[in-house]
């Protein structure tokens, strides 16, 4: 059983910064790398992508997010994280780590931590 649990949201003023991690629990399981995938949801809208980072460290990013926000991994660690710096109000919401096992192709959502951006 594979488990991702974030953590670092909390309450930030708008062009403040945060850093989010992404910590993965195994028991069980022959635990594989995979690519990692930070999601966020807005209230009423839904969940997106915008940030990836694959077991070998490359990355890919939606336009909107750019230049502002960083994600990286420790592999040993098993953790990821998202380092977002310049943050809007419109960002505010719950983000999410996610990942696909590459041999079962199994998803594995994270419960979630609340980010919310001030003006």
């Known amino acids: 059983q594979v488990q991702l649990v974030e953590s670092g949201g909390g309450l930030v003023q708008a062009v403040g910064s945060l850093r989010l991690s992404c910590a993965t629990s195994?028991?069980?399981?022959?635990?594989?790398?995979?690519?990692m995938v930070w999601y966020r949801q807005a209230q009423g809208k839904q969940r997106e992508l915008f940030a990836d980072?694959?077991?070998?460290?490359?990355?890919n990013y939606a336009d909107y997010v750019k230049g502002r926000f960083t994600i990286s991994r420790d592999n040993p660690k098993k953790t990821v994280h998202l380092q977002m710096s310049s943050l809007k109000p419109e960002e505010t919401g719950i983000y999410y780590c996610?990942?696909?096992?590459?041999?079962?192709?199994?998803?594995?959502w994270g419960q979630g931590t609340q980010v919310t951006v001030s003006s």
């Open positions: 980072v694959s077991s070998s460290g490359l990355t």
């Open positions: 996610y990942r696909k096992d590459p041999f079962t192709n199994r998803p594995t």
């Open positions: 195994t028991s069980g399981v022959i635990f594989v790398p995979g690519t």
